[in-house]
């Protein structure tokens, strides 16, 4: 059974950082890309950053020079190190991965910035 564990989230105040982790497990997770997407209240889900299996990255346009992707595949996990938080980054924030023509989705962690 495949598992996707968001932790991290939470309030911060504008300005402040916060790092989320996604731990897997049921899958070769070192062959998995990994991502974070993020749904506010009323919006479509969207793309917030992903790194592949190799350890490239990539990122929305909105999140560039402040958020930052990362895994680890001893550990199973993907992190996003959030710095320098807008309230426009208030969501929910959701792990995924995606490989051998699948795709998986963890439950989601609030994050939520105050003004």
């Known amino acids: 059974q495949v598992q996707l564990v968001e932790s991290g989230g939470g309030l911060v105040q504008a300005g402040g950082s916060l790092r989320l982790s996604c731990a897997a497990s049921?899958?070769?997770?070192?062959?998995?890309?990994m991502g974070w997407y993020r749904q506010a209240p009323g919006k479509q889900r969207e793309l917030v950053a992903a790194i592949t299996s190799g350890g490239s990255t990539n990122y929305a346009d909105f999140v560039k020079g402040r958020f930052t992707i990362s895994r680890d595949n001893a550990k199973d996990t993907v992190y996003l190190q959030m710095t320098s938080l807008k309230p426009e980054d208030t969501a929910v924030y959701y792990c995924t991965s995606w490989g051998t023509g699948r795709a998986y989705w963890g439950q989601g962690t609030q994050v939520t910035v105050s003004s």
């Open positions: 049921g899958i070769i997770f070192r062959i998995y890309h």
